[in-house]
């Protein structure tokens, strides 16, 4: 009899943690899927405004790149900010006001008439996109490291959804770009309702109710994959001094130097030097080039940050060795990418549409493998207790990059879009790829 008890609580206690792995596995599948919507939101207004910057700006002599200056300059400072507050600030307080400064940004960028109060709209988003990343990667440092993997495959989706969106609608339909981005308004309520489903257990309020003893316990999360191990002590949030947060900055230096560099490359090329090469024998508008040109981009983008995450489903022993920690030669690739646009637009020695496709699809590719393998090198200099502010920081490095090198761009663009009128006078209508009139906003030229 007492055999028979015996294997009956033996039965018992396999189905109890039977059921315990299943509802943790599953678990693990929220954690993820919510850290992918939440970059899938921190960038799919970010590149929509990108695409769309040739329409939003139609009529207007003006740079392109004046857009992505008013986009970035709010941006960067709220990732510059929201680092050193992270520890003050309530998550689900700052997840609100991210999705209230989207909403209200989009909807000024749509409705307003006055154009000042369309940069307001463009600058608040920015604001909300630059807190939401920051947000983001440093509440992916308290959950296994595939949340970070995950968050920057979101963000590469969002590139890519965002500027497939607004291509195919206003390219391949009879949308106007108005109402293409008006449709999108309510979408930033996605991080409320990701953030609410959002396991809280591994946030250190909750570890830091447990006894002491069981903060040192060193555990795993059951059913995991070698990328997903949690083989460290439980995550605990120490106060930072600013003595402290300054020397983690310092050790984390040669990154963020190398995202900068990367991003200056990246976004000239894509902002300041394609909008001067299009093709009259493609048989699009010039204005339709820009748009192929940033949707290529996107999707080499989009590969380039997912890739990781791909690997760790289908080979997670092999992961770790996918990562590159030598993030200087992606940004040598991406000097290399500028210079070729560059000497492209000056002499036209490319003739064919699909060249720059190919161009832009890598230059798109290595800026995502750039992004994805940063914040894995970034975990390499700094301690377990610093990665919350080393992780939000790390996203300023790329902001100021995009920033620097859309005020690069105001004078690029204009120096090589005036060089192609000069000495290309035949094809000087496709010297620049943009309306030369409002009526690309309101309505849709191809219907």
């Given at each position: 009899?007492?055999?028979?008890?015996?294997?009956?609580?033996?039965?018992?206690?396999?189905?109890?943690?039977?059921?315990?792995?299943?509802?943790?596995?599953?678990?693990?599948?929220?954690?993820?899927?919510?850290?992918?919507?939440?970059?899938?939101?921190?960038?799919?207004?970010?590149?929509?405004?990108?695409?769309?910057?040739?329409?939003?700006?139609?009529?207007?002599?003006?740079?392109?790149?004046?857009?992505?200056?008013?986009?970035?300059?709010?941006?960067?400072?709220?990732?510059?900010?929201?680092?050193?507050?992270?520890?003050?600030?309530?998550?689900?307080?700052?997840?609100?006001?991210?999705?209230?400064?989207?909403?209200?940004?989009?909807?000024?960028?749509?409705?307003?008439?006055?154009?000042?109060?369309?940069?307001?709209?463009?600058?608040?988003?920015?604001?909300?996109?630059?807190?939401?990343?920051?947000?983001?990667?440093?509440?992916?440092?308290?959950?296994?490291?595939?949340?970070?993997?995950?968050?920057?495959?979101?963000?590469?989706?969002?590139?890519?959804?965002?500027?497939?969106?607004?291509?195919?609608?206003?390219?391949?339909?009879?949308?106007?770009?108005?109402?293409?981005?008006?449709?999108?308004?309510?979408?930033?309520?996605?991080?409320?309702?990701?953030?609410?489903?959002?396991?809280?257990?591994?946030?250190?309020?909750?570890?830091?109710?447990?006894?002491?003893?069981?903060?040192?316990?060193?555990y795993s999360i059951v059913g995991s994959t070698p990328d997903t191990m949690m083989d460290q002590e439980a995550p605990t949030r120490q106060k930072l001094t600013c003595d402290e947060m300054l020397k983690i900055a310092w050790k984390m230096s040669s990154v963020t130097i190398s995202l900068f560099l990367s991003f200056l490359a990246e976004y000239i090329s894509a902002v300041s030097v394609v909008t001067t090469i299009s093709f009259p024998n493609s048989h699009f508008l010039p204005r339709d080039h820009f748009l192929i040109y940033l949707l290529s981009y996107f999707t080499g983008r989009f590969v380039g940050r997912g890739y990781l995450l791909l690997f760790a489903w289908l080979l997670p022993d092999e992961n770790e060795f996918l990562h590159c920690n030598k993030t200087w030669i992606f940004t040598m690739l991406q000097m290399a990418q500028l210079t070729l646009l560059i000497f492209n637009s000056l002499y036209h020695f490319f003739t064919y549409i699909w060249i720059i496709i190919c161009i832009c699809s890598t230059l798109g590719l290595v800026g995502g493998m750039m992004c994805v393998n940063a914040p894995h090198a970034i975990a390499q200099h700094v301690e377990s207790e610093e990665r919350e502010f080393a992780l939000g920081l790390m996203s300023a490095g790329s902001s100021s990059g995009v920033l620097v090198g859309a005020l690069i761009g105001l004078a690029v663009e204009s120096s090589l879009r005036k060089h192609c009128v000069e000495h290309y006078p035949n094809i000087k209508e496709f010297c620049f790829t943009r309306y030369h009139n409002t009526t690309g906003w309101e309505t849709n030229i191809h219907c």
């Amino acid at each position: 009899m007492a055999s028979v008890q015996t294997m009956g609580d033996h039965n018992n206690l396999k189905a109890e943690k039977e059921t315990t792995a299943s509802d943790t596995k599953s678990l693990n599948w929220l954690n993820i899927s919510c850290f992918y919507i939440f970059g899938i939101i921190s960038f799919f207004n970010v590149e929509m405004f990108s695409v769309a910057a040739q329409d939003i700006l139609s009529g207007r002599d003006v740079p392109t790149a004046i857009l992505i200056t008013c986009y970035e300059g709010p941006l960067l400072m709220a990732k510059l900010v929201i680092p050193w507050f992270q520890e003050k600030i309530p998550y689900v307080a700052k997840m609100f006001f991210i999705a209230s400064f989207m909403i209200l940004g989009l909807s000024l960028v749509v409705f307003a008439n006055d154009f000042r109060a369309k940069i307001l709209g463009v600058m608040l988003n920015a604001m909300a996109a630059g807190a939401c990343e920051a947000t983001s990667l440093a509440l992916a440092s308290f959950y296994p490291k595939i949340c970070i993997s995950t968050f920057v495959a979101g963000t590469g989706s969002g590139c890519l959804i965002g500027a497939l969106y607004y291509t195919v609608l206003t390219t391949w339909t009879c949308v106007s770009p108005k109402i293409t981005m008006m449709m999108v308004i309510p979408l930033p309520l996605a991080v409320l309702m990701s953030y609410a489903l959002l396991s809280k257990d591994y946030l250190p309020d909750k570890s830091q109710n447990s006894s002491e003893e069981h903060k040192q316990v060193k555990y795993s999360i059951v059913g995991s994959t070698p990328d997903t191990m949690m083989d460290q002590e439980a995550p605990t949030r120490q106060k930072l001094t600013c003595d402290e947060m300054l020397k983690i900055a310092w050790k984390m230096s040669s990154v963020t130097i190398s995202l900068f560099l990367s991003f200056l490359a990246e976004y000239i090329s894509a902002v300041s030097v394609v909008t001067t090469i299009s093709f009259p024998n493609s048989h699009f508008l010039p204005r339709d080039h820009f748009l192929i040109y940033l949707l290529s981009y996107f999707t080499g983008r989009f590969v380039g940050r997912g890739y990781l995450l791909l690997f760790a489903w289908l080979l997670p022993d092999e992961n770790e060795f996918l990562h590159c920690n030598k993030t200087w030669i992606f940004t040598m690739l991406q000097m290399a990418q500028l210079t070729l646009l560059i000497f492209n637009s000056l002499y036209h020695f490319f003739t064919y549409i699909w060249i720059i496709i190919c161009i832009c699809s890598t230059l798109g590719l290595v800026g995502g493998m750039m992004c994805v393998n940063a914040p894995h090198a970034i975990a390499q200099h700094v301690e377990s207790e610093e990665r919350e502010f080393a992780l939000g920081l790390m996203s300023a490095g790329s902001s100021s990059g995009v920033l620097v090198g859309a005020l690069i761009g105001l004078a690029v663009e204009s120096s090589l879009r005036k060089h192609c009128v000069e000495h290309y006078p035949n094809i000087k209508e496709f010297c620049f790829t943009r309306y030369h009139n409002t009526t690309g906003w309101e309505t849709n030229i191809h219907c």
